[in-house]
């Protein structure tokens, strides 16, 4: 009975590895994004240099955007992939970042609301960036679904960090 057990706990543990492929597709993921980005710089260039002040803000904005994501996605990777996979081996290499391996599940909580909500506060200041006289109608039904998601990820997010401090305090049973 215990060869059976010590079985099972190994293809269970190893079961991780699973998880392998989604980081990889991540980091494909990542790669599509920088093609995505420089289409949009290419896109961008006239506009900064020949365009509208607004145009120029929300250009900006848009990469700032893309910028969050990619962000979001490298700390998904690494953290994901060293919490739930196996230890990034970087050695002594000058460039790992100093959070890498200092990430457990709650903090990689708090900094995934926290991009979600940074994403979407520059999403909805492009969508005010837009705003003019020529609003066509149901543009302002919109503008109050974005203002609404918002304002619920900012909840969520102070909701969860109220939560990580509350467990954090609790004395643990263990």
């Not at 962000?71 to 050695?91: C, H, K, P, R, W």
Request: charged share 20%; no cysteine; glycine share 10%.
């Amino acid at each position: 009975m215990k060869k059976i057990e010590s079985g099972l706990e190994a293809l269970i543990f190893n079961s991780r590895w699973l998880l392998a492929p989604f980081y990889i597709g991540l980091v494909l993921a990542l790669a599509l994004m920088l093609v995505k980005f420089t289409e949009e710089f290419i896109h961008f260039a006239p506009v900064a240099i020949h365009g509208e002040g607004s145009d120029v803000i929300i250009g900006v904005l848009s990469l700032i955007d893309m910028v969050m994501v990619a962000n979001l996605l490298i700390i998904i990777v690494f953290a994901g992939y060293e919490n739930f996979v196996s230890q990034i081996d970087t050695g002594n290499h000058e460039d790992r970042p100093s959070w890498m391996g200092h990430v457990g599940f709650s903090e990689l909580k708090m900094k995934l609301i926290g991009s979600i909500v940074a994403i979407s506060g520059i999403e909805l200041l492009r969508a005010f960036m837009h705003i003019g006289a020529d609003m066509q109608p149901g543009e302002e039904k919109q503008m109050a679904w974005k203002v609404g998601l918002h304002v619920t990820f900012v909840v969520t997010g102070v909701l969860f960090a109220l939560g990580d401090k509350i467990s954090a305090e609790k004395p643990s049973d263990h």
